[in-house]
């Protein structure tokens, strides 16, 4: 499942157990619709704590809808995670696509505040501590 909520400052999505391309692509249909007469940068606040690893069908969804939010104007973007497995893909994935350099990845099982420090690097540009937030192995 995927949601998407427009918020005064961009969008907020989150991602659950999506495990099909199919819902991904129906994630970027809709995002095409809703971006269709953006104006302006935005940000992007990414939920992914209960998403299941991507097949490979699913990653190149995800690279397609991650490329296109860039394209229409996204200035940063920070996705939560709690799972050492999708956070190896979605640093991956952001590498291949160079979202990479505008997305920070906070891992909601070690940070308590994730989400206040993941809005002040979407408002702030206020880097979280990598060395203190990494996402570990359980």
């Known amino acids: 499942m995927y949601e998407i909520e427009e918020q005064s400052w961009g969008y907020r999505i989150t ?3 999506i495990t099909t391309s199919n819902e991904l692509l129906r994630w970027i249909r809709e995002s095409e619709k ?3 007469n953006k104006q302006g940068e935005f940000f ?5 704590r209960t998403l299941v690893p991507l097949d490979k069908k699913a990653q ?3 690279r ?7 394209r229409k104007g996204m200035l940063r973007s920070v996705v939560i995670l709690s799972s050492p497995v999708i956070a190896a893909q979605f640093r ?3 590498g291949e696509t160079g979202i990479g350099r505008w997305e920070r990845y906070i891992d909601a099982s ?7 420090v993941g809005m002040n690097w979407l408002l702030n540009a206020v880097e979280p501590d ?3 937030q990494p996402i570990h192995s359980k």
């Open 15 to 17: 991602f659950g157990r």
């Open 34 to 36: 809703i971006l269709d």
């Open 44 to 48: 992007v606040f990414v939920d992914m």
């Open 60 to 62: 190149e969804a995800m």
């Open 64 to 70: 397609e809808g991650q490329s296109f939010y860039r």
């Open 92 to 94: 991956r994935i952001g």
């Open 110 to 116: 070690t940070v308590a505040d994730w989400e206040k």
């Open 130 to 132: 990598e060395v203190n």
